[in-house]
């Protein structure tokens, strides 16, 4: 660790602070620290968090809930040791009713790499838990830069000993290989909650009972939160998780919203149930609200600096009744409810790494795969098939090359190209698009980690390889995708970005992501097969840590269908399936009928399809846990750590066992030429994902 003090003087951390609006808590503050503060947990029940760290200063978090009146004050206390004997500065800080009694306070002035520990504690003398927090490297410090990703966790459905793993693995580290950071892609919440009174199991889950939302909407089996007070208590619920609170009291998070952060099928400020889209804009800024008071973080917002109340925007629930040139939602109320908070930012990690966070859902437009005139492009004969060149017309609109066809055909349906007259198909949007590129060219660090909450490597299926009398024959003139959504199907916009990328000459481009509930490791390639295949850099998605994946849903479903050996294979004698989707991802759908048909690896991975996933080195459909990047002067390492399926409450303090590590590595590449992942299987036998 460095014992060199960040070139930062007060007057310049308290003018930061001030453009903050931060309780500002600065090294060898005058407040007296609190002597014999006695630790009740019990009235601190979300515990405490960190995130967002800098070289000088991280915001630190709790939360401590009054019966009544509007606002008190918390002393937080911030050591050199996990004792308090030696206290760096101590200061009060404001907590508010209106806030939910949360609390956040600026560290500054603060050594850089270098751990603290800090606590809350109350007028009586009551004390939060201990936190551990870390401060960023300098940008000019070479040392390598360790860091863990994750996404997706439901505490209704799963267990969270994912990161009780990852604090072992961590505790046992010598310091220089332990984590600097937790990046979380999103799915922090699932905001669509069961009720184990009307449904007791989903697939191989047993629900579990997280409190009642309150004022929710029924939809389907699941409660929605239709207010403010909705998802304040989805948050609470899922923070209440003791691994989810262990781990936001070892690592500073450094944290990005997906979907369930506002809603299931969600855009812009637009919910989707059952029906055709509604618009929410109060329900946005709610929730864009809740998340702000519950993860400690540098976003900015609409209502100024202040760190001690959100203020959202007043806005209504009104139509949005037309669409910009990047398919934003024209409308006032809408505008404001995204405003409310910026999300997207960056964050220098030493020499190595600038991490660039992106927020995919604010203002995306609508997936046109999910609109009511593609549905004839579906067929239940071809499961997770949507044509690939049906894709492309309706994610280029009016750009397709060539001219957009009036037409869309797919078998024996032929539709309208409703979106002949749209433009392109963006989940950035303009401005953030342009920030993104802008950081990413100004960039001089060895690693440009691009932090995508949704999918960035292409997932495709080549049912026209199927063989005769498996089925139907697919009508498609080539492959098959899964549709719209994530930048897999954003081909346009992708194509843009893997073009800026490889024309302004920048190399050291990483994709790190979640959502899919899987784990993906490969090269970043605007295109494949027939097209010219260019990789620009290379891209990894991470397993959930515990939302129930693909591999589960299709042993629960396709029970009677012929295609069902290229999802999933049930042995006779055999406990569990397995999940030849993975082959078929990957290696093709002959590659899977044949695993699925002699069980030999060997004979299935020798009918590997060239052309289907030149882009992928691993995929696993049916993977928990998290991933570990190690990021150095000359390479990049990827280590997934996969657990069992958290469907059952594992009592050791290690998390339980790993069903797999594997590490993909590659060497620093020059700008212009092709990246090289190689693998290595530290434990484990993942031999239906390579």
């Not at 973080?297 to 910009?324: C, M, N, T, Y």
Request: aromatic share 10%.
């Amino acid at each position: 660790m460095s014992d060199s003090f960040p070139k930062i003087d007060r007057r310049t951390a308290l003018a930061g602070a001030a453009a903050m609006g931060a309780t500002l808590l600065w090294p060898g503050a005058a407040l007296a620290a609190r002597t014999g503060a006695r630790e009740r947990r019990d009235l601190f029940p979300e515990g405490v968090a960190s995130g967002d760290p800098e070289p000088d200063s991280v915001i630190l978090w709790t939360r401590r809930p009054y019966p009544g009146g509007m606002r008190r004050q918390l002393t937080v206390e911030l050591a050199a040791d996990p004792d308090f004997k030696q206290i760096v500065g101590a200061r009060r800080a404001p907590i508010l009713a209106e806030a939910d009694w949360t609390c956040r306070v600026l560290a500054a002035g603060l050594k850089p790499r270098t751990v603290y520990w800090y606590r809350f504690i109350d007028a009586e003398g009551n004390a939060s838990r201990v936190g551990r927090t870390i401060t960023a490297p300098r940008a000019d410090d070479t040392a390598p830069v360790r860091f863990a990703f994750v996404s997706c966790q439901s505490v209704n459905e799963g267990w969270q000993h994912a990161y009780r793993r990852m604090i072992h693995e961590d505790e046992q580290a010598a310091p220089e290989r332990q984590l600097g950071f937790v990046l979380h892609l999103g799915d922090f919440i699932y905001e669509v909650v069961e009720y184990p009174d009307e449904i007791a199991h989903r697939y191989d889950r047993t629900i579990k009972d997280i409190g009642r939302v309150p004022n929710a909407r029924k939809v389907l089996n699941f409660h929605v939160p239709t207010e403010l007070d909705g998802y304040r208590t989805v948050y609470r619920a899922h923070i209440a998780d003791p691994d989810i609170q262990d781990a936001r009291a070892r690592f500073p998070f450094v944290c990005i919203g997906d979907n369930h952060e506002f809603s299931w099928k969600g855009w812009q400020s637009y919910i989707q149930y059952d029906g055709p889209p509604e618009p929410a804009q109060p329900l946005k800024v709610a929730a864009n609200q809740a998340w702000w008071e519950y993860i400690p973080s540098r976003v900015a917002k609409a209502s100024g600096p202040g760190l001690d109340r959100f203020d959202g925007p007043k806005v209504e629930k009104a139509p949005i009744e037309r669409v910009d040139d990047h398919g934003l939602g024209d409308e006032p109320n809408n505008r404001a409810a995204l405003g409310s908070m910026t999300a997207y930012r960056a964050l220098r990690y030493g020499q190595h790494v600038d991490l660039i966070i992106t927020d995919m859902h604010s203002y995306m437009m609508a997936d046109p795969t999910g609109r009511p005139e593609a549905e004839p492009l579906g067929s239940p004969d071809f499961p997770l098939c949507f044509p690939e060149e049906a894709l492309r017309a309706l994610d280029a609109g009016r750009a397709l090359p060539g001219g957009p066809p009036d037409t869309i055909a797919f078998g024996e349906a032929t539709i309208p190209n409703f979106r002949k007259e749209e433009p392109p198909f963006t989940l950035l949007g303009r401005v953030q698009k342009a920030w993104f590129k802008e950081r990413l060219a100004a960039s001089r660090a060895t690693w440009k980690i691009w932090a995508a909450s949704n999918g960035t490597l292409d997932w495709r299926l080549d049912p026209q390889n199927l063989p005769a009398g498996l089925g139907k024959p697919w009508p498609g003139r080539g492959y098959a995708c899964s549709g719209g959504g994530d930048l897999s199907g954003a081909y346009t916009e992708r194509a843009e970005l893997y073009d800026f990328v490889r024309d302004r000459g920048i190399d050291g481009f990483v994709t790190v992501s979640g959502d899919r509930h899987s784990f993906w490791a490969g090269y970043a390639a605007k295109a494949l097969p027939p097209a010219r295949f260019e990789p620009v850099g290379i891209a990894f998605i991470t397993g959930s840590i515990s939302s129930a994946g693909l591999q589960e849903a299709l042993e629960h479903g396709l029970k009677d269908h012929p295609l069902r050996p290229v999802f999933i294979v049930q042995r006779p004698g055999e406990a569990k399936p397995e999940g030849t989707l993975n082959l078929a991802l990957h290696h093709g759908v002959r590659s899977a009928l044949e695993y699925a048909r002699t069980g030999d690896i060997e004979r299935a991975r020798a009918l590997s399809n060239p052309d289907m996933a030149p882009h992928l080195a691993f995929i696993d459909m049916g993977g928990h846990g998290y991933s570990v990047v190690t990021a150095s002067t000359d390479r990049i390492d990827t280590e997934f750590v996969c657990i069992p399926r958290p469907v059952a409450q594992v009592a050791s303090t290690d998390g339980g066992p790993v069903r797999y590590r594997i590490v993909h590595s590659a060497a620093k590449w020059r700008a212009g030429e092709a990246p090289r992942l190689d693998q290595r299987i530290i434990e484990g036998d993942p031999k239906l994902s390579i």
